[in-house]
């Protein structure tokens, strides 16, 4: 079974940026949603935005107009740039598809500091 890699999380403080990326470990992408979700300390699992086959895109309220989520020439890696970023998005960030059909991966640490 593919293997899901999040990578680029790290400190940073209020008001900076991120880019996450998510690169499985075959290229199962191709014809999926794919979405990004967080999990905050002591919080369940949540979703956050997500990508479709197409390029649409949907986000939480929590995130609209400072993240984004993309997609790398043949969807072998997607991106999630947050920008603008809030104490309240510390966490740790997962991608998968939409429905769930892999394994989880190990995440991705934010934490953003006041």
């Known amino acids: 079974q593919a293997q899901l890699l999040e990578s680029g999380g790290g400190l940073v403080q209020a008001g900076g940026s991120l880019r996450l990326s998510c690169a499985p470990s075959e290229k199962i992408f191709r014809q999926d949603v794919v979405g990004w979700f967080r999990q905050a300390p002591g919080k369940v699992r949540e979703q956050i935005a997500r990508l479709g086959s197409a390029g649409g895109t949907w986000y939480a309220d929590s995130v609209k107009g400072r993240f984004t989520i993309s997609a790398g020439n043949a969807w072998n890696t997607v991106y999630l740039q947050m920008n603008s970023l809030k104490p309240e998005d510390t966490g740790v960030y997962f991608c998968?598809?939409?429905?769930?059909?892999?394994?989880w991966g190990r995440g991705t640490q934010v934490t953003v500091s006041s």
């Open positions: 998968n598809t939409v429905p769930i059909s892999h394994s």
